[in-house]
C-alpha cells in the first residue's frame, strides 16, 4: 500500500507562486505513472500535469502549460507541482496521484488510471 500526502496548498494572490509538495510513503516499489488533478467545487476532478515515473517525461493540461511544472526529487520520495503566474480560476483542491498500471498516454489524463491518491491540499487565488 502506499500513502500519499499533499502540502503547500494556501490562500495566495491572482500572479503568485506557489509550490505544492507530494510525499510517498509505505510499498516501495516505484510506480509507472504519477499525476496531479485538482478539483474546484462543484466541478469534476480535472487533470493538471503527470507522466512517467521512471523517464521523467511529462505531460500538461493547455490551461496549466507553460505556468505549471512538475519535478521530482527521488532521494526524498517526493514529487513536486510548481505553480506560477496564478488565476483565480486555479482555485481548487489539488491531488496528487501514482500508478503502478502500464503507461498509456491518453490514459493518464484520466483519474481511473490511478491506484494512489493522497487527500488533497486546498489552494485559493484570490483576484
Known amino acids: 500500500q502506499v500513502q500519499l500526502a499533499e502540502s503547500g496548498g494556501g490562500l495566495v494572490q491572482a500572479g503568485d507562486s506557489l509550490r505544492l509538495s507530494c510525499a510517498a510513503s509505505?510499498?516501495?516499489?516505484?510506480?509507472?505513472?504519477m499525476g496531479w488533478f485538482r478539483q474546484a467545487p462543484g466541478r469534476e476532478r480535472e487533470f493538471v500535469g503527470g507522466?512517467?515515473?521512471?523517464?521523467?517525461?511529462?505531460i500538461y493540461a493547455d490551461s496549466v502549460k507553460d505556468r505549471f511544472t512538475i519535478s521530482r526529487d527521488n532521494a526524498k520520495n517526493t514529487v513536486s507541482l510548481q505553480m506560477n503566474v496564478l488565476k483565480p480560476e486555479d482555485t481548487a483542491v489539488y491531488y496528487c496521484?501514482?500508478?503502478?498500471?502500464?503507461?498509456?498516454?491518453?490514459?493518464?489524463?484520466?483519474?481511473?488510471?490511478?491506484?494512489?491518491w493522497g487527500q488533497g491540499t486546498r489552494v485559493t487565488v484570490s483576484s
Open positions: 509505505g510499498r516501495t516499489s516505484e510506480p509507472i505513472g
Open positions: 496521484a501514482t500508478s503502478t498500471r502500464p503507461l498509456l498516454w491518453d490514459g493518464l489524463r484520466a483519474p481511473g488510471y490511478y491506484d494512489y
Open positions: 507522466g512517467s515515473w521512471s523517464s521523467g517525461v511529462l
